[in-house]
């Protein structure tokens, strides 16, 4: 059974810092990867999604990559902004092509300003 | 780009009664649609997977003669919670796959929140 990690929890960081959120995934057999965004309260926003054939993703500010062999991905925020603070959740697909997913419990940012 | 609309956003329900809440691909057709649902402060659980004119496959834990599943056209699926308790207030969210979209992309509705008082 796929289980999805997510560290840490929580992260408090003052504006302008770079970042890095962490993914762990126990079966590395996946088909992709993907990152999302959640608001409080709101549905999901995907920001990056990776095939299980590349080792990471850009788009703006942020990088994705992912390292299969390790069962771990990272998503890098660059120079963080106060519209960066929500929930950042990585999921990966259960099985084939399925597309159910499977989600870490999150990682919730807070960017100061 | 694909949208999926989920009906209601909010919805306040008494203890034993029935609510129903709809997910829609606007500009797509979707085979298969996932029900999600998230407890305050926990990641998002799959509930089950709507297939189009056949049964949802449910996960294991979910009552399927509680949350009823209807994936009656290739654009709607509804989930009903039958004889709603205070304990399955929740965010529920479904999803949907895009059929002949790039690399068979899913897209998430916004959510909605259920509170059974």
């Known amino acids: 059974k796929q289980e999805v990690t997510q560290i840490p929890a929580a992260l408090s960081v003052p504006e302008g810092e770079n970042l890095v959120l962490n993914c762990s995934f126990t079966?590395?057999?996946?088909?992709?990867l993907q990152w999302f965004r959640q608001d409080p309260g709101k549905g999901l926003t995907s920001l990056l999604l990776?095939?299980?054939?590349?080792r990471e993703q850009t788009s703006g500010r942020l990088n994705a990559s992912l390292d299969k062999s390790s069962g771990r991905s990272t998503l890098y925020i660059a120079a963080s902004q106060p519209g960066d603070s929500a929930t950042y959740l990585c999921?990966?697909?259960?099985?084939?092509?399925?597309?159910?997913?499977?989600f870490g419990s999150g990682t919730q940012l807070t960017v100061l300003p | 780009g694909a949208v999926v609309s989920q009906h209601p956003s909010w919805v306040i329900c008494k203890s034993g009664t029935s609510v129903k809440i709809e997910c829609r691909s606007l500009?797509?057709?979707?085979?298969?649609m996932f029900w999600y649902r998230q407890f305050p402060k926990q990641s998002l659980m799959l509930m089950a997977t709507?297939?189009?004119?056949?049964?949802?496959?449910?996960e294991q834990g979910v009552e399927k003669d509680k949350f009823l599943i209807n994936h009656a056209s290739l654009t709607l699926s509804t989930l009903t919670v039958t004889s709603a308790h205070p304990e399955d207030s929740s965010f529920y969210i479904c999803?949907?796959?895009?059929?002949?979209?790039?690399?068979?992309?899913?897209?998430f509705g916004e959510g909605s929140w259920l509170t059974v008082v």
């Open positions: 500009d797509f057709q979707a085979t298969t």
């Open positions: 999803s949907a796959r895009d059929n002949l979209g790039p690399g068979n992309t899913i897209y």
């Open positions: 709507s297939n189009e004119g056949s049964k949802a496959t449910y």
């Open positions: 999921a990966v697909p259960l099985g084939g092509s399925a597309r159910q997913l499977t």
């Open positions: 990776i095939q299980s054939s590349q």
């Open positions: 079966d590395s057999a996946i088909y992709n």
